[in-house]
């Protein structure tokens, strides 16, 4: 998963005609090292997508901007906007992220 370092870099990303898929997580979050221990199986199966990364502690401002209230959290983006928003509440097994992009995508 490819790592996202400024606002700027998120906005060329999420400007993208295809749906992305960004992960916002934390260093200090533990759900979200339970996620990387599935996720990557999943990325394989989805992987005509192109999966990101954004940590909110080092890039101020876009959890806040896109209402994400709780880590990890998966967005996707199409043409710049938000179109499906998965919380950490529904994201702790393989099952609930497929779930959520089966619907979504």
């Known amino acids: 998963m490819k790592s996202i370092e400024s606002v700027e870099q998120f906005n060329e990303i999420i400007a993208s005609e295809q749906p992305v898929i ?3 997580f934390a260093d200090w979050c533990p759900d979200c090292k339970r996620m990387d221990m599935f996720i990557g199986e999943i990325m394989e199966e989805y ?3 192109d999966w990101y990364q954004v ?3 080092e890039v101020q401002g876009l959890a806040e901007k896109y ?3 709780g880590i990890p959290s998966l967005l ?3 043409d710049g906007e938000k179109i499906a928003h998965r919380h950490s509440a529904y994201t702790k ?3 609930d992220v497929l779930e959520f992009l089966q619907n979504e995508l």
């Open 76 to 78: 996707i983006f199409k």
């Open 55 to 57: 940590n909110s502690d």
């Open 93 to 95: 097994t393989p099952d």
């Open 47 to 49: 992987d005509q997508y």
């Open 67 to 69: 209402e994400v209230m």
């Open 22 to 24: 960004i992960k916002f």
